[in-house]
């Protein structure tokens, strides 16, 4: 059962909030050595993600004369409202097996694009002399993924919503609900090209592997971090931290949530597995395995396969209708 349904304490302290950034950071530094171990090395330690946000917090590096301070301030803290605004009902989702109906399903792939229309925001008011080329780029790979995430989440409202007697569910507590009555989603022989480009759009939404070319940083030293001041940094880190979760989390929920009416310690400990699964699955080997493309050869390779896979998923689900 939920700690409390104060959605201020889910939002700011558990599952959100505190909870995901420090869940969120604990995965990135697990994936950081596992990528390490794939390519015969050791690895940073295990909690060097939170060493370098203590870290960079610390700084007292001004942010540069040529940017909008408060525009600036601004975009950072609304990429980190939304992000956590979508990682909270997701988490319930994905631990507890119910949702929140604050946020609803087709809010979140908004929600997930918020804190990149925040990067690209924060580079230009920073002074940034790339910022034009990341900002293409960005937006190019941001068309990709939320086209791609739709079409994982149009199969999947329709495979609910036919076989539960409508046209269509955009509720995430009834996606679970559908779940807990005729099993995950993960094993319908359907939604199975939709799962696989799933795994494709985790890394695409973290920017790791070949997705990381919108950073630019094998051309401009370090990308954004070469513009911005330590503390900047510290809250894009917490920003993507909490973005990973919300991925994460969105998948475990979508595909196989926990089973209702469990102890919270079972819950997490379920959830913790399949995230770490999912990252293995998607981040880590993206990371080991993806190589340097250029923009206009990622962009023919992701509508080639993983949004193609996601249009056979919503091709079969409407022609494999069955009754409710």
């Known amino acids: 059962m939920l700690v409390t349904e104060n959605p201020i304490f889910q939002l700011a302290i558990f599952p959100g909030g505190v909870f995901a950034l420090f869940f969120g950071l604990l995965l990135k530094g697990i994936d950081c050595k596992v990528r390490a171990r794939l390519q015969c090395g ?5 909690l060097q993600p939170f060493f370098d946000l203590v870290k960079l917090s610390r700084k007292g590096d001004p942010v540069k004369a040529t940017a909008n301070e408060r525009i600036f301030g601004a975009s950072i803290l609304l990429g980190i409202a939304a992000v956590a605004a979508a990682t909270m009902p997701v988490l319930i989702g994905g631990i507890y097996g119910k949702g929140d109906a604050l946020i ?10 918020v804190p990149t229309l925040a ?33 994982v989440l149009f199969s999947l409202v329709l495979k609910v919503g036919m076989n539960s007697g409508g046209p269509v569910v955009f509720s995430l507590p009834e996606i679970l609900r559908f779940q807990q009555e005729r099993g995950p989603l993960l094993f319908d022989p359907t939604l199975l090209p939709a799962f696989v480009t799933y795994l494709f759009f985790i890394p695409a939404l973290a920017g790791e592997g070949p997705f990381g070319l919108g950073q630019a940083e094998a051309e401009f030293v370090e990308g954004p971090a070469h513009e911005f001041s330590k503390p900047v940094l510290a809250l894009f880190q917490m920003m993507s931290a909490l973005r990973m979760v919300a991925a994460l989390g969105l998948g475990v929920a979508l595909f196989f949530p926990a089973e209702q009416g469990g102890s919270l310690l079972l819950g997490l400990s379920w959830f913790f597995l399949k995230c770490l699964l999912l990252t293995l699955a998607s981040l880590s080997l993206a990371r080991t395995t993806g190589g340097h493309f250029r923009i206009d050869q990622l962009v023919r390779l992701f509508w080639k396969w993983p949004a193609a896979l996601g249009l056979t998923s919503l091709i079969l689900v409407l022609i494999t209708r069955s009754s409710p």
């Open 42 to 46: 050791v690895g940073p330690a295990l």
């Open 104 to 113: 609803g399903l087709p809010w979140i792939p908004f929600l997930l694009a």
């Open 119 to 151: 990067l690209l925001a924060a580079e230009r008011l920073s002074g940034a002399h790339f910022a034009a080329v990341r900002f293409t780029r960005e937006l190019t790979l941001l068309l990709i993924w939320e086209g791609a995430l739709l079409l």
